[in-house]
């Protein structure tokens, strides 16, 4: 087959990334450019990267719901794919560009899964009305797509119980990946002194988003069992709504109360300061209740930190329980919030968990090493692109 043009469709694309889809697409983009004509469409302000086109806010939707804007930027993204051979969106503020771009050039639309917006009902206290937009958007871009890449086989499971009219032969499992060269143990302090922490302290640490599916208010519950000569770092932000903001800023004030070893960076840090903060910490803790695969975890993995994890979604696939470090349990309400039927039991067992790698530095160590073992052998970029290489060339055949 002639080299083919793909166009991937996204909201985040460097370096405008908040989330994994984000961290997805910058890699995935890289590695494809071998495999293919790659051209990039994305949100946001105007990019230097050759083949890459970022869509603004239409004027006339300035004021809209966030959902309707969506929508609008995504109709100029269709529009700009025109000469494709392939368009792939990535996540529901995508999707349907994807789908016009389907019936408007004739082309195969794939879509991959890295959330379901039936499994996030939260996100009505974010979006309103405009929580009905997203799902219908996802719903008639999935039900319609020529191919579903779900990033997980817990993900793929999900996609099939969502949305049970889906031909389960157009479901395909490709990991996300992680750039192990980048991602790799990076023993400096600068950074640590930069925020006033203590190296050489057990430690454990969060990064993520400041949302309902990462958990964190089960974290900073969990935390007031640390051992007093522990610490917690917080690489935390962008909250999604002012409620769970206020939420965690009253946890983390009621933590500093108990331990005085609390460090909160609200803001995004570059990816070497994040590299090296997870270096040196004995644990990286992942607390989410919906997770469809985790690419935190792999990046923790990657820089030979064990991991605290909750056994939903994805995560087991990602984090081999005992080895490169401990699963959480959980039973979950099945109404789509993922919400812990015990959350005092979640809490205590995430809390023994954290407490038992902080007390056995030995064994965090040995976990961090199996840790980056794993992450070099299954999750390389080269090979997830030549998977996703693959499913395009399914859907042209």
Request: charged share 20%; net charge negative; glycine share 8%.
């Amino acid at each position: 087959m002639d080299r083919i043009r793909v166009d991937l469709l996204t909201r985040e694309y460097p370096p405008e990334v908040y989330g994994g889809a984000g961290v997805h697409l910058e890699y995935l983009a890289r590695d494809l450019r071998r495999l293919a004509d790659v051209r990039v469409h994305c949100f946001g302000g105007p990019r230097t990267e050759p083949g890459v086109t970022a869509y603004a806010d239409p004027p006339g939707l300035k004021t809209a719901n966030p959902a309707l804007r969506t929508l609008g930027i995504d109709l100029e993204m269709a529009a700009g794919t025109e000469g494709t051979d392939v368009v792939h969106s990535h996540t529901w503020y995508a999707n349907l560009a994807g789908h016009t771009a389907k019936l408007l050039h004739g082309v195969p639309h794939v879509v991959t899964t890295h959330s379901l917006e039936p499994l996030r009902p939260w996100k009505a206290e974010q979006l309103g009305g405009g929580y009905r937009l997203s799902s219908w958007a996802e719903r008639t871009a999935i039900e319609a797509a020529d191919a579903v890449i779900a990033v997980s086989a817990g993900m793929r499971r999900d996609v099939l119980t969502a949305y049970p009219g889906v031909n389960p032969d157009r479901v395909r499992v490709v990991h996300n990946g992680i750039d192990t060269v980048q991602y790799q143990p990076d023993p400096g302090t600068d950074v640590w002194d930069r925020i006033g922490a203590d190296p050489g302290r057990p430690t454990a640490i969060f990064v993520g988003r400041i949302t309902r599916q990462k958990g964190l208010p089960y974290l900073l519950r969990a935390a007031r069992e640390l051992p007093a000569e522990a610490q917690l770092v917080l690489l935390a932000g962008a909250p999604d709504t002012p409620e769970i903001a206020a939420e965690v800023r009253e946890l983390v004030d009621e933590l500093r109360q108990r331990h005085d070893r609390i460090f909160w960076v609200p803001e995004m840090l570059p990816k070497p300061d994040v590299i090296q903060l997870l270096t040196r910490s004995t644990v990286f803790v992942c607390p989410s209740i919906y997770e469809p695969m985790g690419i935190v975890n792999l990046e923790a993995m990657a820089c030979e930190t064990a991991v605290v994890a909750t056994a939903t979604g994805g995560i087991p696939e990602v984090v081999d329980d005992g080895v490169t470090g401990l699963l959480v349990p959980i039973d979950q309400a099945t109404d789509g919030s993922g919400t812990p039927l015990d959350p005092d039991r979640f809490v205590a067992d995430l809390a023994a968990a954290i407490n038992t790698l902080l007390a056995d530095s030995a064994r965090a160590t040995r976990m961090g090493a199996a840790g980056r073992e794993r992450a070099v052998t299954h999750f390389s970029w080269a090979s997830i692109a030549e998977r996703t290489m693959a499913v395009y060339q399914d859907v042209l055949s």
